[in-house]
């Protein structure tokens, strides 16, 4: 009789009103459970991590490298960056911050400015707003409006709004027709607006502006060495500036909440290989008889400590495979549970104003699933050894005497 039969039977259970097989249930469950959490957990993670990479960053410049003069002079001095193979798109822009008031609300905002016609034939802000957003702007005189912003305000397609921008130790007022509405999802909707460097020029609003071109490259997290490179090619007087400085804290949020959560909870899969240990102990116990039975007919050492590394092994692997379907079923429809618990109780969990997303993104990677399974079968199975070694202590003569 091999060692794996006896231990499928002892894992599974025959007598399952004996308090070994309800604990060996028991530690199977655990084990599910702190793997399917571990699992959804770091989809979570990985779904903070892809849209502050596909939304955020699409919205906001990698590197803004800013001239000492005007931007006419930008296309002389950047000439090399065509043969710079990690550039994906530079076009200008110019930036104002200030007021925006509409019927007596007011709120802060950041109004960026850029080339319809650059961004449209090269940008990258078109993949997150699309193509319509430049024609529009570059046709008519006005701005597009964040989706959050537009609702606090109360202000709707069609209507003018009113910007308040310093000017010396007065203010400037200029009135803007919102064309659109546009929504990303994340925290840029409720403070930023897009217009076109034209219209800033008609407002008289053009030369109080921050100006400069807007770089998009494949080196994203080493924007700043890119930056200095580039610097390193231009004229005296250029000056720049990375995604980091404005949004890099949000990254490390994201990356540093992802390490501690994933820390805890795989604290958790080790409590759960410590029930795996009590029930190997419980069991053990339990099966005294049938162990002093065993090396009564000449089962060794060796087949003992196997028997039970066994069971602690297939707790692990019934454990991980429920927990990894859980997991992978809770990562693939967590947003979609959340937006209907949204709905269902009229409340939302996420909002801009204090996340840096309006909704809870889930983004399921496989290798996690294999590593998370792997660990806790691995722990499972060294969590087994201490009872497997315990056992060798039973004394056949003095179970059985009682039998």
């Given at each position: 009789?091999?060692?794996?039969?006896?231990?499928?039977?002892?894992?599974?259970?025959?007598?399952?009103?004996?308090?070994?097989?309800?604990v060996s249930l028991l530690s199977v469950v655990g084990?599910?459970?702190?793997?399917?959490?571990?699992?959804?957990?770091?989809?979570?993670?990985?779904?903070?991590?892809?849209?502050?990479?596909?939304?955020?960053?699409?919205?906001?410049?990698?590197?803004?490298?800013?001239?000492?003069?005007?931007?006419?002079?930008?296309?002389?001095?950047?000439?090399?960056?065509?043969?710079?193979?990690?550039?994906?798109?530079?076009?200008?822009?110019?930036?104002?911050?200030?007021?925006?008031?509409?019927?007596?609300?007011?709120?802060?905002?950041?109004?960026?400015?850029?080339?319809?016609?650059?961004?449209?034939?090269?940008?990258?802000?078109?993949?997150?707003?699309?193509?319509?957003?430049?024609?529009?702007?570059?046709?008519?005189?006005?701005?597009?409006?964040?989706?959050?912003?537009?609702?606090?305000?109360?202000?709707?397609?069609?209507?003018?709004?009113?910007?308040?921008?310093?000017?010396?130790?007065?203010?400037?007022?200029?009135?803007?027709?919102?064309?659109?509405?546009?929504?990303?999802?994340?925290?840029?909707?409720?403070?930023?607006?897009?217009?076109?460097?034209?219209?800033?020029?008609?407002?008289?609003?053009?030369?109080?502006?921050?100006?400069?071109?807007?770089?998009?490259?494949?080196?994203?997290?080493?924007?700043?060495?890119?930056?200095?490179?580039?610097?390193?090619?231009?004229?005296?007087?250029?000056?720049?500036?990375?995604?980091?400085?404005?949004?890099?804290?949000?990254?490390?949020?994201?990356?540093?909440?992802?390490?501690?959560?994933?820390?805890?909870?795989?604290?958790?899969?080790?409590?759960?290989?410590?029930?795996?240990?009590?029930?190997?102990?419980?069991?053990?116990?339990?099966?005294?008889?049938?162990?002093?039975?065993?090396?009564?007919?000449?089962?060794?050492?060796?087949?003992?400590?196997?028997?039970?590394?066994?069971?602690?092994?297939?707790?692990?692997?019934?454990?991980?495979?429920?927990?990894?379907?859980?997991?992978?079923?809770?990562?693939?429809?967590?947003?979609?549970?959340?937006?209907?618990?949204?709905?269902?109780?009229?409340?939302?969990?996420?909002?801009?104003?204090?996340?840096?997303?309006?909704?809870?993104?889930?983004?399921?990677?496989?290798?996690?699933?294999f590593l998370v399974s792997l660990?806790?079968?691995?722990?499972?199975?060294?969590?087994?050894?201490?009872?497997?070694?315990?056992?060798?202590?039973?004394?056949?003569?003095?179970?059985?005497?009682?039998?």
């Amino acid at each position: 009789m091999s060692a794996l039969f006896i231990a499928r039977r002892y894992v599974f259970g025959v007598r399952l009103h004996r308090m070994g097989s309800t604990v060996s249930l028991l530690s199977v469950v655990g084990l599910a459970l702190g793997c399917s959490v571990l699992i959804a957990v770091l989809s979570v993670m990985n779904g903070f991590d892809r849209e502050l990479r596909e939304k955020i960053l699409t919205m906001v410049p990698h590197i803004k490298l800013l001239p000492p003069g005007e931007l006419e002079e930008w296309a002389q001095d950047s000439a090399f960056l065509s043969e710079d193979a990690d550039i994906i798109s530079a076009t200008p822009y110019a930036e104002l911050t200030g007021l925006v008031r509409y019927r007596g609300e007011a709120a802060p905002l950041l109004l960026w400015a850029v080339d319809p016609m650059q961004e449209f034939q090269s940008g990258q802000l078109k993949n997150q707003l699309g193509d319509e957003v430049f024609q529009q702007l570059d046709q008519q005189q006005g701005l597009i409006l964040g989706s959050e912003l537009a609702s606090s305000l109360g202000v709707a397609i069609g209507e003018s709004v009113t910007l308040i921008t310093p000017d010396g130790s007065a203010a400037q007022f200029a009135g803007f027709e919102v064309l659109d509405i546009f929504s990303t999802g994340t925290e840029l909707d409720r403070r930023m607006a897009i217009t076109s460097l034209s219209t800033l020029r008609a407002k008289a609003l053009y030369d109080g502006a921050n100006k400069g071109i807007s770089l998009y490259t494949t080196r994203v997290f080493d924007a700043y060495t890119h930056a200095y490179q580039i610097l390193e090619q231009l004229p005296r007087g250029y000056r720049a500036s990375t995604w980091t400085s404005s949004h890099g804290n949000l990254f490390e949020a994201i990356q540093m909440s992802r390490y501690l959560v994933a820390l805890i909870v795989f604290l958790l899969l080790g409590i759960a290989a410590f029930n795996v240990i009590a029930s190997l102990m419980i069991t053990s116990a339990d099966r005294q008889s049938d162990i002093a039975i065993l090396k009564t007919l000449g089962a060794e050492s060796k087949f003992l400590v196997q028997l039970f590394s066994l069971q602690g092994f297939l707790i692990g692997v019934i454990g991980a495979f429920f927990g990894a379907l859980l997991g992978i079923a809770l990562s693939l429809s967590l947003t979609d549970i959340v937006g209907v618990l949204e709905v269902l109780l009229d409340r939302q969990f996420l909002q801009s104003n204090i996340y840096p997303l309006n909704y809870l993104p889930a983004q399921l990677i496989w290798s996690q699933v294999f590593l998370v399974s792997l660990v806790a079968i691995l722990l499972s199975t060294a969590g087994s050894l201490y009872p497997a070694l315990r056992v060798l202590s039973v004394q056949p003569a003095e179970t059985l005497r009682y039998e």
